[in-house]
């Protein structure tokens, strides 16, 4: 006889109203476990420790080569114990191994995240995910690092997503310089060039041009490449947008021959060029620092949110002589919206 499956009658007899409250109450009743669970795997990891030496500590093992399960700094666990965590909750070693690596980042380096988890009051997932990313990160996070970010995905666990996570990750990276493999080089010496390579052949018609120069450099140049672009094709040019693009280049070269030297004291002041305005939409938001105080991010969202700009980029770039600078009001909606449905 084949069984089929029914709602519980005491469900079956509840109110769409009843039916949502319960809901509620199962989802808290989870939330709980999880936090619970995730406890007790930290407690099963503090009473297995690696040895010293740390030959036999639990990693995950790639043919690249070992990960640990926790970042730097945390305890190291015993491979020894893992499985047998696995079997009593009915799940692989490899998951086993990440329940405890999450637990153990969490103590150690997301002492925040860790307490509002422990609370019951948020998903369990979330806090993973946040774990997983900083367990992973590459470069390795310092323990100034790792306060930051716990100070900034804390308040908002709830909400945090990967995407949203990848950003903060790459914003700590950036704030606190990790992904430079050298020390840090003499302000004259940071980066920008311009090379103008000489071309090979006594044939060669065109030269090849390779720069790397600040954000707002590179919109004004745009700007003016794309004004000359259209200039040309308005004048009657057929050539296609690169070539007439290639072509505003050179004429810009010609038009700006000597750079502008006048300084504030000049007694014709229309020697100075008047200022070109490029408008960069720079967002710079309050933030949460590890001792609970508040203030500006260091680090903004350049454009359409998908490139950083550093405070300072900024504060070096209206100290520009021919730099024009424009605040415009944002609206920013302080009060919390919610729902319960």
Not at 136 to 161: R, S
Not at 195 to 215: D, W
Not at 237 to 243: K, M
């Amino acid at each position: 006889m084949e069984a089929t499956a029914t709602a519980a009658p005491e469900l079956g007899d509840l109110t769409a109203a009843e039916l949502l409250g319960a809901a509620r109450q199962r989802r808290s009743v989870v939330q709980r476990g999880e936090a619970d669970l995730l406890a007790i795997a930290y407690e099963w990891a503090v009473a297995h420790p690696a040895d010293e030496d740390g030959w036999n500590a639990a990693t995950f093992h790639h043919p690249l080569g070992d990960e640990p399960i926790s970042g730097d700094g945390t305890p190291l666990v015993a491979e020894f114990c893992i499985p047998e965590l696995g079997a009593a909750l009915g799940v692989s070693t490899d998951a086993a191994k990440k329940l405890i690596g999450h637990a153990v980042e969490m103590v150690h380096r997301l002492p925040r995240v860790w307490k509002r988890v422990q609370s019951g009051l948020v998903p369990v997932w979330r806090a993973k995910q946040v774990a997983e990313a900083t367990i992973h990160c590459d470069p390795a996070l310092t323990p100034e690092a790792m306060a930051w970010i716990d100070a900034q995905v804390a308040p908002f666990l709830e909400k945090i997503g990967r995407a949203q996570m990848e950003r903060i990750l790459a914003q700590a990276i950036e704030l606190y310089g990790l992904a430079m493999q050298e020390p840090p080089r003499d302000e004259d010496h940071d980066g920008r060039y311009v090379h103008i390579h000489t071309p090979v052949g006594p044939f060669a018609g065109a030269m090849r041009i390779e720069a790397e120069v600040s954000n707002a450099d590179g919109h004004d140049l745009a700007q003016a490449l794309a004004a000359g672009a259209a200039a040309l094709k308005a004048g009657g040019s057929t050539a296609s947008l690169d070539v007439r693009r290639s072509m505003a280049l050179g004429e810009l070269a010609r038009q700006q021959t000597s750079l502008d030297l006048a300084g504030a004291d000049a007694e014709d002041e229309n020697v100075q060029r008047k200022a070109r305005r490029v408008d960069l939409h720079l967002h710079f938001t309050a933030e949460v620092q590890p001792d609970g105080t508040t203030g500006i991010n260091p680090i903004g969202l350049l454009e359409n949110g998908q490139k950083l700009a550093l405070l300072s980029q900024v504060r070096s770039w209206v100290r520009g002589t021919h730099t024009e600078v424009r605040i415009l009001p944002v609206i920013d909606l302080n009060t919390q919206l919610s729902t319960s449905r």
